[in-house]
């Protein structure tokens, strides 16, 4: 049963009526001497090599040897927070309300646990401030994105200026 309604599905869905124009079938498409059209294969082997190229590209080399020393450069520095006192009370009040707990279940937390309003207080700043993104981090992650962008769009430019039709629109 399963079979045959996908069968049908596929039928349906392949079917020239749907894709293609009136009086033109898949086997029109087939590539020849005189016309040559993309392979399939192209849409899934050539990202999966650039993707494989790019990230140990990024993280290896771009991010350690050119965007830390430029961000160095012009001042930045890699500041990390630093880590809080695992407390799960806290961190299931944090996860609740963020940065910003009402003042009644601070109070009820630091009853619970023990300390002072003041210190609960902190343990959720810190804790607030753990889940920021530093500005070191935000350039790393710009600049990336600039050399990323602006390496596909020379390379677009590049694979379009050799293509005839692009000029001959005739």
């Known amino acids: 049963m399963a079979a045959w309604m996908w069968h049908k599905f596929?039928?349906?869905?392949?079917?020239?009526?749907?894709?293609l124009p009136p009086n033109?079938?898949?086997?029109d498409l087939v590539p020849n001497e005189k016309v040559?059209?993309?392979n399939w294969s192209d849409l899934w082997t050539y990202p999966i090599i650039m993707a494989l190229?790019?990230?140990?590209?990024?993280?290896l080399i771009l991010n350690n040897l050119v965007y830390s020393f430029i961000a160095q450069a012009v001042g930045?520095?890699?500041?990390?927070?630093?880590?809080?006192?695992?407390?799960?009370t806290l961190e299931h009040l944090f996860l609740r309300y963020k940065a910003k707990p009402p003042d009644?279940?601070?109070?009820?937390?630091a009853g619970k646990l023990g300390w002072s309003e003041r210190k609960v207080e902190r343990w959720i700043r810190?804790?607030?401030?753990?889940?920021?993104?530093?500005?070191?981090t935000k350039f790393m992650e710009c600049a990336w994105q600039c050399t990323y962008y602006?390496?596909?769009?020379?390379?677009?430019?590049?694979?379009m200026c050799g293509k005839p039709w692009l000029w001959d629109i005739r």
């Not at 930045?76 to 799960?88: F, G, M, S």
């Not at 009644?104 to 937390?109: A, G, M, T, V």
């Not at 810190?126 to 070191?136: D, E, L, P, S, V």
Request: overall charge positive; some cysteine; hydrophobic content about 45%.
């Open 76 to 88: 930045l520095r890699d500041i990390k927070a630093r880590p809080v006192v695992p407390n799960e």
């Open 36 to 38: 040559n059209y993309a």
């Open 10 to 19: 596929s039928t349906w869905f392949w079917d020239p009526y749907v894709w």
């Open 53 to 59: 190229l790019a990230i140990p590209l990024r993280f």
């Open 150 to 159: 602006t390496f596909i769009f020379v390379y677009g430019l590049y694979i």
């Open 24 to 27: 033109y079938y898949w086997e």
């Open 126 to 136: 810190q804790r607030t401030a753990m889940t920021r993104i530093n500005k070191f």
């Open 104 to 109: 009644s279940e601070i109070s009820h937390c």
